[in-house]
């Protein structure tokens, strides 16, 4: 009788996933045979300790071509993944563990002793938790790069923002080429209503006093520049 299997999608970076998928061509097997080998012969709790290599970095995107629906023959980028098939009731960091273990086992870096598969003795344990800390480092540099963009995406915002700022007129909005002016127009251009609407809903948005950036004086020149031009048009 067949034993019953699930099919697993397995997200993980491409270097990854293709070290897995050179280890299991070496071994003439797949990957889900690596990932059983190793649920045979560690115990249970010795994988779900080591070392998740989580999901791909946001820039390591793979490139398909899709093969029916009404996009079919169009490209579309997804996560690297590995495709598996193992007993049902895992789950994915779970094998994804089963399979950074089967590679460090490869790789020399942890040892097995067959004499007595179930030792595993306190060096073993001293590497797992040496890469469970650089599994964490790992993630926390990337959570920091993450903010770091974040910061230079908030600094270049407010650069937009200051850019998009002017002075008020002191004696206030006079002429429709100081109206145009305010609303970032060339005094001599012509815009159609549809585009003074879009500039003054975008500006507004900057300079409302209830936002982060507003002042009254802008504002109350946005208006008067508006009023104006749409009295004009």
């Not at 994988?47 to 079919?72: C, Y």
């Not at 023959?73 to 690297?80: H, Q, Y």
């Not at 995406?153 to 008020?168: A, C, K, N």
Request: glycine share 6%; proline share 6%; charged share 30%.
């Amino acid at each position: 009788m067949a034993t019953l299997k699930d099919s697993y999608t397995l997200s993980c970076s491409s270097a990854f996933r293709d070290a897995i998928l050179a280890l299991a061509e070496r071994r003439h097997v797949n990957a889900g045979d690596v990932a059983r080998s190793v649920m045979l012969v560690i115990p249970e709790a010795v994988i779900e300790a080591f070392a998740d290599p989580g999901e791909p970095p946001e820039d390591d995107r793979e490139t398909v071509v899709l093969k029916s629906g009404r996009a079919e023959g169009r490209p579309w980028k997804r996560k690297p993944r590995l495709q598996v098939r193992l007993p049902p009731g895992l789950t994915v960091p779970f094998i994804r563990k089963a399979l950074n273990l089967a590679l460090a086992l490869d790789g020399g870096t942890m040892s097995l002793d067959v004499d007595h598969p179930d030792a595993f003795d306190a060096r073993q344990a001293e590497l797992a938790a040496a890469e469970a800390d650089r599994a964490r480092e790992e993630e926390r540099a990337q959570k920091q790069r993450e903010l770091m963009g974040l910061r230079e995406e908030i600094d270049r915002l407010r650069t937009v923002i200051s850019v998009l700022s002017f002075d008020p007129l002191p004696n206030g909005v006079t002429t429709r080429a100081e109206a145009l002016h305010i609303l970032g127009f060339s005094p001599y251009s012509d815009p159609s209503a549809r585009e003074i609407r879009a500039r003054f809903r975008m500006l507004a948005t900057v300079h409302h006093p209830d936002s982060s950036y507003g002042n009254h004086n802008r504002m109350s020149q946005l208006n008067a520049a508006m009023e104006m031009l749409r009295k004009a048009g």
